[in-house]
């Protein structure tokens, strides 16, 4: 039977949630291209992307909204980033 555990315990010591408006043709840019799409957008504020994950959703169909998720834990030298939709319902 599947399993599911922690190898380690990780605190991460800061989370960032931005919110991402876009444009109809926006959208259309971040579905057929969404790491390039991101990299250009967050690169141009400063901001440096080490490993995307995408919501899977975002490829499928237009989202009400978009937050990216920044998880940054020092202890690791670890930053992720989770472009996430947001089904307002």
Same mark, same amino acid.
């Given at each position: 039977?599947?399993?599911?555990?922690?190898?380690? #315990?990780? &605190?991460?010591?800061?989370?960032?949630?931005?919110?991402?408006?876009?444009?109809?043709?926006?959208?259309?840019?971040?579905?057929?291209?969404?790491?390039?799409?991101?990299?250009?957008?967050?690169?141009? &504020?400063?901001?440096?992307?080490?490993?995307?994950?995408? &919501?899977?959703?975002?490829?499928?169909?237009?989202?009400?909204?978009? #937050?990216?998720?920044?998880?940054?834990?020092?202890?690791?030298?670890?930053?992720?980033?989770?472009?996430?939709?947001? &089904?307002?319902?």
């Amino acid at each position: 039977m599947a399993t599911v555990h922690r190898p380690t #315990e990780i &605190d991460a010591s800061a989370v960032e949630i931005y919110r991402i408006d876009l444009t109809r043709e926006e959208q259309s840019e971040l579905r057929s291209a969404p790491e390039k799409f991101m990299r250009k957008l967050m690169e141009r &504020d400063g901001h440096t992307i080490n490993r995307l994950l995408i &919501d899977t959703r975002i490829l499928d169909h237009e989202c009400a909204s978009y #937050e990216l998720v920044h998880v940054l834990s020092p202890d690791h030298r670890r930053s992720d980033h989770e472009l996430r939709c947001v &089904d307002l319902m």
